[in-house]
């Protein structure tokens, strides 16, 4: 099916996916392939992607096409929810937050979890639960130092204690990929629990499907929201924005949490970068300042989050996310939604909840929907239009459900769609072009950037659902 090109060029991820900018950069590809063809390494626009070896061939197999993500003919997500309902228990079908058992939110009360998580502590919670008690033998969690085969400043790594998970604990907004995990395990027997974002969960669930033994080591996966991924580039311009140098930065730590705020969205980024006889720069940032802004302009997210309509991690055994709730947002300390797929999840967190290791509490589906709202907003109503500009460009998509998106946009939130589509096409260019100065930089998207901004304020304006 998919053996060669008509001059014999066998196809594969590079002409297939990466070649049309929907590569999200979960390096599944390079995790399955037999021929060792495909390695990650940082494109020159900070986005860890695919990229052929030379010392290797490729031999048109397809595998790498069967587990990718965002490759056209895989099956779509909710087929394979369907697949994994005999195993999770007795799920209800929902085509917002995917099939699940229960919802609930709350946090961890184990010593350090709450503080040192990004929400509530729960993923670290969950991820140590599993292991003490032996239902993994090793965890595979995104945590900080650098990873010598992409020089990337975070990444992948594995845990075999609680002590490493809990240095894995908060949320990596910077690219991380799967390769070396993939190839791990496939040569060691065990069971692993692995958290990745929606399109990595899709990735491993068709990588699952495909190979054996991944299907029969891979015990848990545990999924986070997910608004945008974010390029390498992200990071410098936080770092060049509070006075480090960005193409020294040798650490980033996102959602440290601060009390002085009234508000738990607000929290703080801390940059190290430099070396030598510079000497360190050490800064403490708020997340709403340069960090907020390029999220909410879609700067450095990569073109395939455009076509990815998975909000809540559809495929992943649990999945967890801020509770942007009103009865919850104002404790700085932070609580977690965690939407429960898999019945042994269920039963760890019950049993956890009767002893006091952790406080959660029920909430409503539309409660659950309405955390992530302005989430949806993006995924589910403007992606209508970036499929029309994608369909009219004749550009290949990934494997979509039309069905389950509004179709009724206003003249604002389609060209709102617009501005932002712009904005994501071009502010890797533009960094580079402003020799990663970050006035210069901004000064270069000053028409876009004002244009979204009111665009927003009269969106929000006009609809209640839209807003933030
Ligand atoms: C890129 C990104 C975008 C997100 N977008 C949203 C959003 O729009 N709305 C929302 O409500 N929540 C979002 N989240 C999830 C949220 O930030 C928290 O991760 C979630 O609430 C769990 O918090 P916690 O305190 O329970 O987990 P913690 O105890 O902090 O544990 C989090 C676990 O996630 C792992 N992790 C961190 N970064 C990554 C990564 N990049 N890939 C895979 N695993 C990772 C860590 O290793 C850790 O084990 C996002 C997270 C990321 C990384
Ligand atoms: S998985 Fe198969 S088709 Fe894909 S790059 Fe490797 S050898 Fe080629
Ligand atoms: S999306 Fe993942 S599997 Fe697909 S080409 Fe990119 S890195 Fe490979
Ligand atoms: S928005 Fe979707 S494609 Fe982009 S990083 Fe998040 S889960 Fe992956």
Same mark, same amino acid.
């Given at each position: 099916?998919?053996?060669?090109?008509?001059?014999?060029?066998?196809?594969?991820?590079?002409?297939?996916?990466?070649?049309?900018?929907?590569?999200?950069?979960?390096?599944?590809?390079?995790?399955?392939?037999?021929?060792?063809?495909?390695?990650?390494?940082?494109?020159?626009?900070?986005?860890?992607?695919?990229?052929?070896?030379?010392?290797?061939?490729?031999?048109?197999?397809?595998?790498?096409?069967?587990?990718?993500?965002?490759?056209?003919?895989?099956?779509?997500?909710?087929?394979? %929810?369907?697949?994994?309902?005999?195993?999770?228990?007795?799920?209800?079908?929902?085509?917002?937050?995917?099939?699940?058992?229960?919802?609930?939110?709350?946090?961890?009360?184990?010593?350090?979890?709450?503080?040192?998580?990004?929400?509530?502590?729960?993923?670290?919670?969950?991820?140590?639960?599993?292991?003490?008690?032996?239902?993994?033998?090793?965890?595979?969690?995104?945590?900080?130092?650098?990873?010598?085969?992409?020089? %990337?400043?975070?990444?992948?790594?594995?845990?075999?204690?609680?002590?490493?998970?809990?240095?894995?604990?908060?949320?990596?907004?910077?690219?991380?990929?799967?390769?070396?995990?993939?190839?791990?395990?496939?040569?060691?027997?065990?069971?692993?629990?692995? #958290?990745?974002?929606?399109?990595?969960?899709?990735?491993?669930?068709?990588?699952?499907?495909?190979?054996?033994?991944?299907?029969?080591?891979?015990?848990?996966?545990?999924?986070?929201?997910?608004?945008?991924?974010?390029?390498?580039?992200?990071?410098?311009?936080?770092?060049?924005?509070?006075?480090?140098?960005?193409?020294?930065?040798?650490?980033? #730590?996102?959602?440290?949490?601060?009390?002085?705020?009234?508000?738990?969205?607000?929290?703080?980024?801390?940059?190290?970068?430099?070396?030598?006889?510079?000497?360190?720069?050490?800064?403490?940032?708020?997340?709403?300042?340069?960090?907020?802004?390029?999220?909410?302009?879609?700067?450095?997210?990569?073109?395939?989050?455009?076509?990815?309509?998975?909000?809540?991690?559809?495929?992943?055994?649990?999945?967890?996310?801020?509770?942007?709730?009103?009865?919850?947002?104002?404790?700085?300390?932070?609580?977690?939604?965690?939407?429960?797929?898999?019945?042994?999840?269920?039963?760890?967190?019950?049993?956890?909840?009767?002893?006091?290791?952790?406080?959660?509490?029920?909430?409503?589906?539309?409660?659950?929907?309405?955390?992530?709202?302005?989430?949806?907003?993006?995924?589910?109503?403007?992606?209508?239009?970036?499929?029309?500009?994608?369909?009219?460009?004749?550009?290949?998509?990934?494997?979509?459900?039309?069905?389950?998106?509004?179709?009724?946009?206003?003249?604002?939130?389609?060209?709102?769609?617009?501005?932002?589509?712009?904005?994501?096409?071009?502010?890797?260019? %533009?960094?580079?072009?402003?020799?990663?100065?970050?006035?210069?930089?901004?000064?270069?998207?000053?028409?876009?950037?004002?244009?979204?901004?009111?665009?927003?304020?009269?969106?929000?304006?006009?609809?209640?659902?839209?807003?933030?």
């Amino acid at each position: 099916m998919f053996a060669s090109k008509p001059d014999d060029t066998p196809v594969n991820v590079c002409s297939a996916v990466v070649a049309q900018g929907l590569c999200c950069g979960c390096g599944m590809c390079a995790g399955v392939c037999p021929s060792q063809y495909l390695g990650i390494q940082f494109n020159a626009y900070g986005e860890l992607s695919p990229c052929p070896q030379p010392e290797s061939a490729c031999s048109g197999c397809g595998l790498c096409l069967r587990v990718c993500p965002m490759s056209e003919p895989s099956p779509p997500t909710d087929r394979i %929810a369907a697949e994994l309902a005999p195993q999770w228990g007795q799920v209800s079908p929902d085509a917002v937050l995917g099939s699940h058992l229960r919802r609930l939110a709350g946090y961890s009360a184990a010593a350090g979890h709450r503080t040192n998580g990004a929400s509530g502590g729960m993923g670290t919670w969950i991820l140590e639960a599993l292991l003490t008690k032996g239902l993994v033998n090793a965890v595979a969690a995104v945590g900080p130092g650098v990873i010598p085969e992409t020089g %990337a400043i975070c990444g992948y790594r594995w845990c075999g204690t609680a002590a490493d998970v809990r240095a894995c604990a908060k949320s990596a907004y910077y690219p991380a990929e799967l390769s070396r995990i993939i190839q791990h395990i496939k040569s060691h027997e065990g069971r692993y629990a692995v #958290t990745a974002l929606p399109c990595a969960v899709r990735a491993l669930r068709l990588a699952m499907r495909a190979v054996k033994c991944l299907r029969e080591r891979i015990a848990f996966i545990v999924g986070l929201t997910c608004g945008y991924g974010m390029s390498a580039f992200a990071a410098e311009y936080v770092c060049a924005d509070a006075g480090g140098n960005p193409r020294q930065l040798n650490e980033i #730590t996102f959602r440290i949490k601060q009390n002085q705020t009234p508000s738990a969205r607000v929290s703080l980024i801390r940059c190290v970068s430099g070396q030598g006889t510079d000497g360190e720069h050490v800064s403490l940032q708020r997340s709403d300042e340069a960090f907020g802004k390029a999220g909410g302009n879609r700067w450095f997210t990569r073109r395939a989050c455009d076509y990815c309509d998975d909000a809540f991690a559809e495929l992943a055994d649990v999945c967890l996310m801020d509770a942007w709730l009103p009865a919850y947002l104002r404790d700085v300390r932070g609580n977690t939604v965690v939407v429960v797929r898999h019945s042994a999840v269920g039963a760890l967190l019950d049993d956890a909840v009767a002893k006091g290791d952790i406080t959660l509490a029920d909430v409503t589906r539309d409660e659950a929907v309405r955390s992530q709202s302005p989430l949806l907003w993006f995924k589910r109503r403007l992606i209508v239009e970036r499929i029309r500009r994608a369909r009219k460009a004749h550009a290949p998509l990934p494997a979509l459900r039309m069905d389950l998106y509004g179709d009724d946009l206003s003249l604002l939130e389609t060209v709102y769609a617009r501005v932002l589509m712009h904005m994501r096409d071009a502010s890797p260019r %533009a960094w580079l072009d402003s020799s990663k100065d970050p006035v210069a930089f901004r000064r270069r998207l000053r028409a876009p950037s004002l244009a979204a901004g009111l665009l927003r304020k009269l969106i929000r304006k006009g609809c209640r659902s839209c807003g933030e």
